[in-house]
């Protein structure tokens, strides 16, 4: 390792370590590490559900992919229960061409940054290809962009494991 590397690497190492720097007359707070990760279960697979909703409406797209960009399913997504993912539980009805998944969200507010929407997804049921699958992971959503009108539910990203469970 030359030494402008190491140099580089410790600076950085500092920098993560150094405490927060504090407005006039707010106390110094030391950053906390993240907590860690779940260990996703053996034999299961990383899989990425994009969903996007139209300004304030219940029914939207969905196209689920592999980690390496695979489409593995696109159709018809449909929330129930509304809009209460910022502060309740919704289930969402994903309805592809290989079978029907419904998934319960569990989402919370996050204010003031990105993205306004975060939370949990856990597989509650489905149907064809996806009868005997497991899994959960983690949602955000956001806006699409649009200057006027738009909802914080537009683009919604879910992130996480799937296991096929034999009984």
Request: glycine share 14%; charged share 20%; proline share 8%.
């Amino acid at each position: 390792m030359t030494s402008r590397r190491r140099h580089a690497l410790a600076l950085v190492a500092a920098l993560v370590a150094a405490p927060t720097l504090a407005r006039a007359g707010e106390p110094v707070r030391n950053r906390e590490p993240p907590p860690s990760a779940h260990e996703p279960p053996p034999g299961s697979e990383r899989v990425e559900i994009h969903v996007r909703f139209p300004p304030w409406e219940y029914s939207g797209t969905f196209r689920i992919e592999t980690a390496a960009g695979t489409i593995r399913d696109e159709g018809v997504a449909r929330d129930l229960g509304g809009f209460a993912m910022g502060t309740g539980v919704v289930e969402r009805v994903l309805e592809g061409s290989k079978g029907t998944i419904t998934l319960r969200i569990q989402g919370s507010s996050k204010s003031g940054g990105f993205p306004p929407i975060f939370g949990r997804w856990t597989l509650a049921s489905g149907t064809g290809a996806y009868a005997s699958l497991s899994g959960s992971g983690t949602v955000t959503s956001c806006a699409a962009g649009a200057p006027k009108g738009g909802s914080p539910y537009e683009l919604q990203t879910l992130l996480g494991h799937v296991v096929r469970v034999t009984k």
